[in-house]
């Protein structure tokens, strides 16, 4: 899949139209703003303008699109799910 030429973040693999109205409360629009970001920073900046502590499942989620925009081939949210507990402690 060419990343470069989704236009919607819902075509992004894992982000449906409930994560992807989340991302645009923080300003990411398009798949392409999800390029270079820090999942876990995304996944703070979201649970601060929220004011709600989010399921870390939507973390996975974040880690699997950045990655995928990133040029990794797409993986399910949950094979970051590891990760993401090793990380958190």
Partial sequence: MDQGKLKRL??????????AAKLRRIDVSEPSDLIGRD?????????ART????????LDV???????????PAQP?????PERKARQG
């Fill in 62 to 72: 974040l880690i699997a699109a950045t990655r995928f925009m990133s040029g990794e």
């Fill in 39 to 47: 999942p876990y920073e995304l996944f703070d900046e979201l649970n």
């Fill in 51 to 58: 004011g709600v502590q989010h399921d870390p499942c939507l």
């Fill in 77 to 81: 949210w949950w094979s970051y799910t």
């Fill in 10 to 19: 819902e075509d992004v693999p894992n982000i449906g139209p409930a994560i």
